[in-house]
């Protein structure tokens, strides 16, 4: 299947768009893990059955912020679908990548036909204590010149566990040092209302993946949406942890086209 690059303008940004077949309508992104890199197998193991696309978000991998004014990364998510000229798409998120995609469904739900999150965040979720702790220890770090160790940290970081233990572990530990760290600095991202208080309102058909290993913040997320939203299919895998999709694609893959079939 053919696969392109290519860069689109968004407001302060470079954005790094890579495209896989003809015609992509299924819009792949990523955490803060890493880049556009850490679906890697999960497109291997979709092969030529889902022309997709997948982008850097901005201030990772190759997309480039132009300045330090405030931006939202939904906005920019829906330069990419407007340049692409893609109406409508079938939107998939990993970790923040997957609280972006639910974001981007609630505030423009006519563009989305269906949703997959896996293992996501929520848009202005109230961490516990002990997330903001470890979260902390790494942005302190950052902030004093540390980028090495705290990229140790976060390489370290519970949110990791089972994948650091698991083949994939290798490949994530490379991305989390390819990681500019720029967002443990300062992050521009504009604030918004709480996401957790509109899950009533998501239209989008939505598959949500889950790890039993995960930790518990996000456990709690994952509940709330099954909980609240009106069209949630879930699966659980109990083994997994939080980046599931690294630590299992082959499933990943097949339950994402399954869904969306």
């Not at 949110?159 to 720029?182: E, V």
């Not at 609240?228 to 086209?257: F, S």
Request: hydrophobic fraction near 45%.
């Amino acid at each position: 299947m053919m696969a392109h690059s290519l860069t689109v303008r968004s407001a302060g940004a470079d954005l790094h768009v890579e495209t896989h077949g003809l015609n992509a309508e299924a819009v792949f992104v990523h955490g803060v893990d890493g880049d556009l890199s850490t679906w890697d197998d999960v497109w291997r193991a979709l092969g030529d059955r889902l022309p997709a696309l997948r982008y850097d978000l901005r201030g990772f991998g190759r997309s480039v912020a132009r300045g330090d004014d405030a931006f939202d990364h939904a906005e920019d998510l829906l330069a990419v679908l407007n340049a692409l000229g893609i109406a409508r798409c079938d939107l998939i998120g990993g970790s923040m990548g997957g609280s972006i995609a639910l974001n981007f469904a609630l505030d423009h739900p006519a563009r989305v036909r269906n949703l997959v999150l896996i293992s996501p965040g929520l848009v202005a979720w109230e961490w516990s204590e002990e997330w903001r702790a470890l979260w902390r220890a790494i942005t302190d770090q950052a902030r004093a010149g540390a980028m090495e160790e705290a990229k140790r940290l976060w390489w370290e970081h519970p949110l990791f566990r089972s994948t650091r233990d698991s083949p994939a572990g290798p490949a994530l530990l490379q991305t989390i040092q390819r990681f500019s760290g720029g967002q443990w600095i300062a992050d521009h991202q504009r604030p918004k209302m709480p996401d957790v208080e509109r899950l009533h309102a998501l239209e989008t058909r939505t598959l949500l993946l889950t790890g039993g290993q995960d930790m518990e913040d996000f456990r709690l997320i994952a509940d709330l949406i099954t909980a609240i939203a009106p069209d949630v299919t879930r699966i659980d895998h109990p083994a997994q942890g939080h980046m599931l999709h690294l630590e299992d694609p082959e499933t990943c893959a097949r339950e994402i086209l399954a869904f969306l079939r």
